[in-house]
């Protein structure tokens, strides 16, 4: 099965926000700038004007990107989830074995890592070897992570 295709709730919600911002307020705010410049005159040789080009095809593709991605992704709404055993969306504390540091991870979709803002939480795809090590952990598992720069243990303390 494919996980990459699956968001939370929250994460879809933040990339339609995302996409809103990018419509109603950069995007108009580019145009502007375009139309300013263009009033300096001469548009092969002006900065400005090429600039403002470049902003809007940079903002232009990054829409066109997230509403295909948003349309080809699935859904899932994790607050009715158990929390016997960590799931998508989960949030769990979990402690490095080696050195005894705690760090409360949330499992999410690819696609809303780059939406997470969320105070104290490390967000973690659950394609990545670390969100992959821990899904189906109970509290009290260790959790193995198989990552380029060697093993880590992370030791499940609380899922919620």
Sequence with gaps: MDLSVFITKQGMEKLQKRISHLMNNERPEVIK?????????????????K??????????????????????LKV???????KDVLRFGS????????????????????????????????AVSVVSPIGNALLGKKVGQIAVVKAPMGERHLKIIEIR
């Design 91 to 122: 949030y769990c504390l979990a402690e490095d074995v080696s050195n005894g540091e705690q760090i409360c991870y949330r499992v999410v979709g690819a696609e809303e890592l780059n939406f997470t803002d969320e105070e104290g939480i490390q």
């Design 51 to 72: 600039a403002g080009k470049e902003r809007q095809r940079a903002i232009d593709s990054e829409i066109d990107y997230l509403r295909r991605r948003s349309a080809a």
């Design 33 to 49: 700038q375009i139309a300013i410049a263009r009033e300096f005159g001469d548009l092969s040789e002006n900065a400005e004007y």
């Design 76 to 82: 899932v709404d994790t607050d009715n989830f158990p």
